[in-house]
């Protein structure tokens, strides 16, 4: 499966025209001197300000890259404050790579997993706020993006660890969790996509949506393997008929040869996602 992420970074350039005063048809020597002077007196002075101006913009810029920095560094407040009882928990679980109190709220199986395997969880660990059902309560989405070293190069592995929302009460639930061997995917429909496994040769793959009166992200497709295989060699797939509840036992729609979906161009890559270490700062 594909795994892309795109970035763009915004360049502005601004150029500066200086304007040449024609020269007089006669003069004479004194007043030749006088406009020569007065020329250069005026090229003195448009140099001058153009410097002023450089400097001035340069002193402008340097203030939006502090701002931007200054913005980053305060992710953590507003929008984020809501999720204060949960982030604090998740750095604690971070910094000591153990679950501590976290699982008594949450499955912290995703995040835990992170931290223990990366030798820079600040970097690869990362926040987002998404309303996934556009009801005006921003659900925090916590990810991991690690680069991935291949032949020909590295692209980015994303995957979702967990996902929280604000019951009744104003009190953070966690409304689903994925780790390694039960990847979770958003996709850019609002949907999201599963596949986990239990061996090599068992697979389930789930299409699941939030549903935000329960709270949960719930599957309404699910396809799975069992390890049988056909004639042919092939694993066989099923498709539950409930896909709350597959039987794995044979009973379920034989869909024939397994074969996974291709969804690279359907997930959603958190472009505005902000790492743990932008979040929590450097101390």
Request: charged share 30%.
């Amino acid at each position: 499966m594909k795994k892309t992420i795109v970035s763009a970074v915004l360049l502005a350039a601004i150029a500066l025209t200086a304007c040449n005063a024609d020269k007089p048809a006669e003069t004479s020597a004194p007043e030749q001197t006088t406009t020569t002077t007065t020329t250069a007196a005026t090229e003195a002075s448009s140099s001058s300000e153009s410097k002023d101006t450089e400097a001035s913009e340069d002193t402008e810029a340097s203030k939006d890259t502090e701002a931007s920095k200054e913005s980053k560094s305060s992710a953590k407040s507003e929008a984020f404050d809501k999720y204060k009882d949960i982030t604090d928990k998740i750095k604690v679980l971070v910094d000591t790579k153990e679950v501590g109190d976290f699982a008594m709220s949450a499955d912290p199986s995703g995040i835990l997993e992170t931290a223990q395997l990366s030798d820079d969880p600040y970097s690869v660990l990362k926040y987002e706020l998404i309303d996934i059902d556009k009801d005006g309560t921003e659900e925090l989405f916590v990810i991991g993006d690690v680069e991935v070293k291949v032949a020909n190069g590295s692209y980015h592995d994303i995957s979702v660890l967990s996902i929280f929302t604000l019951d009744s009460e104003g009190k953070a639930v966690q409304v689903t969790a994925g780790w390694a061997r039960n990847r979770l995917q958003f996709m850019k429909d609002g949907n999201f996509y599963r596949s986990g496994s239990g061996s090599a040769d068992t697979v389930v793959i789930e299409f699941q949506k939030y549903n935000p009166e329960k709270k949960i992200v719930e599957s309404y497709e699910c396809y799975y393997t069992t390890g049988e295989r056909d004639s042919d060699g092939n694993y066989i797939m099923y498709k539950a008929k409930n896909p709350g509840a597959p039987s794995f036992d044979g009973s379920d729609e034989n869909i024939g040869p397994f074969e996974e979906f291709q969804i690279a161009d359907d997930i959603y890559n958190f472009e505005n996602a902000i790492s743990f270490t932008d979040f929590y700062g450097k101390d």
